[in-house]
């Protein structure tokens, strides 16, 4: 079945206790991205990725890294999470050329 | 920069009623127009897309046309049903962009039998 996986769904931390967030495609595309969803603001992107080796910054990248070393992965790390990056997070991927996104269910994190 | 605007929610309606959820742009060029929903405790899907002007996208039947003219791509439905209880994004693709979707802020649609 074709999918986005993240892991984990659910994560309660404190802050600066470093954390990451996996996110894996099984279709073989060369564009991943991860995004916030926060009420009253929409989803906003934080980093995406051309291909592998290949990442950018999108919209709201501070406090964030990612790392594209193979196709199928896109890990999010948090190196230091601040309760501010309280949200729901989502991992999504794509083929270049069709513009059509197929996102993960989601991972809801919880900064204390 | 691209942006997209919704009507904001949420939209509450009863079943079999009429579906409208306005969504216009700003972009240059000609962009690609999605609607993306989100169903409860899920992921964003794709729902339909139009590619050019005066495109029509169609899918579960719902429907938005491309309108370049007024800068707008407006979902329809024409007959509601509890199950379409969603949140509902308008997005865009701008050419040469790739993957790069830019989204509004989300309309959160509450169908009640």
């Known amino acids: 079945e074709a999918q986005v996986t993240q892991n984990p769904r659910y994560l309660i931390t404190v802050t600066g206790k470093k954390l990451t967030v996996t996110c894996s495609q099984n279709?073989?595309?060369?564009?991943m991205s991860w995004y916030r969803q926060d009420p009253g603001l929409g989803l906003r992107q934080i980093y995406y990725?051309?291909?592998?080796?290949?990442?950018d910054k999108g919209d709201v990248p501070e406090g964030y890294k990612v790392s594209r070393k193979e196709k199928r992965n896109f890990p999010l790390i948090l190196e230091s999470p601040s309760p501010n990056q309280t949200s729901l997070y989502f991992c999504?991927?794509?083929?270049?050329?069709?513009?059509?996104?197929?996102f993960g269910e989601g991972s809801r994190l919880t900064v204390l | 920069g691209d942006s997209v605007t919704q009507m904001e929610g949420p939209v509450t309606l009863s079943e079999e009623a009429f579906l409208t959820i306005n969504c216009t742009y700003t972009?240059?060029?000609?962009?690609?127009l999605f609607w993306y929903v989100q169903y409860p405790g899920e992921g964003l899907q794709l729902l339909l897309k139009?590619?050019?002007?005066?495109d029509k996208g169609s899918n579960k039947g719902f429907e938005a046309t491309y309108r370049k003219e007024t800068t707008s791509f407006h979902l329809e439905k024409g007959s509601v049903q509890v199950s379409d209880s969603a949140v509902y994004f308008c997005?865009?693709?701008?050419?040469?962009?790739?993957?790069?979707?830019?989204f509004g802020g989300g309309t959160r649609l509450m169908v009640k039998p």
């Open positions: 139009a590619t050019k002007a005066d």
């Open positions: 999504a991927s794509g083929w270049q050329a069709s513009g059509e996104l197929f």
């Open positions: 279709m073989n595309h060369e564009y």
């Open positions: 972009a240059t060029g000609y962009p690609s």
């Open positions: 990725s051309m291909n592998v080796e290949v990442t």
């Open positions: 997005a865009l693709r701008s050419p040469n962009a790739g993957n790069m979707l830019t």
